[in-house]
């Protein structure tokens, strides 16, 4: 089994920051791709951002220079440093996780949301 802990949303004003952290614990043999999705009311769920093994990254085209994903992969965790937020960054975003548990098993999990707020 293996669990995403999220951490770092709230309430900010637009024009500032917020920094999400997601913690992978569990049966880990190796993290493979990483990424943040949010999901607004009324909406589907969208991606942000996605991070390899080795580091690459995506954006989606909206949050290109205004946010920064990365990794620790001694910690098992990925972040999405979110600056210059406006109103419509208002979402619950949630990370994944491709883990592989063994040799032959290979599975994407995803962690239970945390509310970023961005008032006018």
């Known amino acids: 089994q293996v669990q995403l802990v999220e951490s770092g949303g709230g309430l900010v004003q637009a024009g500032g920051s917020l920094r999400l952290s997601c913690a992978a614990s569990?049966?880990?043999?190796?993290?493979?791709?990483m990424g943040w999705y949010r999901q607004a009311p009324g909406n589907q769920r969208e991606l942000v951002a996605t991070i390899t093994s080795g580091g690459n990254t995506n954006y989606a085209d909206s949050v290109k220079g205004r946010f920064t994903i990365s990794r620790d992969n001694a910690k098992n965790t990925v972040y999405l440093q979110m600056n210059s937020l406006r109103l419509e960054d208002t979402a619950v975003y949630y990370c994944n996780a491709d883990v592989r548990t063994s040799s032959w098993s290979r599975t994407a999990y995803w962690g239970q949301g945390t509310q970023v707020t961005v008032s006018s």
């Open positions: 569990g049966n880990i043999l190796k993290i493979n791709d």
